[in-house]
Nanobody, 121 residues
Framework: QVQLVESGGGLVQAGGSLRLSCAASGRTFSMYGMGWFRQAPGKEREFVAGINWDNDSTYYADSVKGRFTISRDYAKNTVYLQMNTLKPEDTAVYYC??????????????WGQGTQVTVSS
């Protein structure tokens, strides 16, 4: 079992930055790939970024490439999403997930409760 708790969301102006954290509990955290997804009202949940467990390879949606960075700290059992140059279209609830890194949400076994990110224009 892996429990995930996100934090770091909030309200920011366009062009600003936020760093999301996802704290994981469970002894096998290091064996899971980790992903960040987001869901805006009336839209499907979409893949944002992912990081593998074995080689720390990273993957990004085209819409955030060059602006967002995913990283993980094994000692702290935490995954981060650094978000720079935020845009109003980045507004959504952001979720972290543990499982096999892929853009399909069904590839993930565990999910956090989500944290709201709102970007004002």
């Amino acid at each position: 079992q892996v429990q995930l708790v996100e934090s770091g969301g909030g309200l920011v102006q366009a062009g600003g930055s936020l760093r999301l954290s996802c704290a994981a509990s469970g002894r096998t955290f290091s064996m899971y790939g980790m992903g960040w997804f987001r869901q805006a009202p009336g839209k499907e949940r979409e893949f944002v970024a992912g990081i593998n467990w074995d080689n720390d390879s990273t993957y990004y949606a085209d819409s955030v490439k060059g602006r967002f960075t995913i990283s993980r700290d094994y000692a702290k059992n935490t995954v981060y999403l650094q978000m720079n140059t935020l845009k109003p279209e980045d507004t959504a609830v952001y979720y972290c997930a543990a499982g096999r890194v892929a853009s399909n949400p069904k590839s993930y076994d565990y999910w956090g409760q989500g944290t709201q990110v709102t970007v004002s224009s």
